[in-house]
């Protein structure tokens, strides 16, 4: 059993991530865990480990408040290097995106409003590498 974790502090971007990855992946082998709490990221991710289930990727907002996804990424990384981590933004600029990917903070960047059959191909792509 696997698990992705989504943040973001829209409630609403999190419910159709966990639509959308819900219908692609077979529930009986990838579950999607939401959060709008950024500061709760860590301490989910250890209960799910706990439980002896895998997390092989963690998407992130990039704006959110108290914490951008790259500070939260940076703090996870810590104690989850292994995790493959994907910045989802309207807000970033191409610039901090590609220092943020060569610096090797972030695994892929998806754009808000995403395409779900892009979503889909390099979700899939990160889990399969």
């Known amino acids: 059993m696997k698990a992705i974790v989504s943040v973001d502090d829209e409630m609403l971007i999190t419910q159709v991530l966990k639509f959308q990855l819900s ?4 529930q009986n082998e990838l579950i999607v865990e939401t959060l709008n709490e950024p500061n709760l990221t860590g301490s ?14 963690v998407i992130v907002d990039y704006q959110m408040p108290k914490i951008n996804g790259a500070q939260l990424i940076m703090e ?23 220092e943020l990917i060569e610096a090797g903070v972030i695994d892929a960047f998806i754009s808000k409003p995403w ?14 590498e």
């Not at 779900?116 to 889990?127: D, F, I, P, Q, T």
């Open 23 to 26: 219908k692609h992946f077979d």
């Open 44 to 57: 989910l991710i250890e209960e799910i480990i706990a439980m002896g289930i895998e997390v092989p990727l």
């Open 76 to 98: 996870l990384r810590k104690n989850y290097p292994k995790i493959r981590y994907v910045m989802l933004s309207g807000q970033a600029n191409e610039v901090v995106v590609e």
């Open 115 to 128: 395409e779900e059959n892009e979503l889909l191909r390099k979700l899939e792509a990160l889990l399969h």
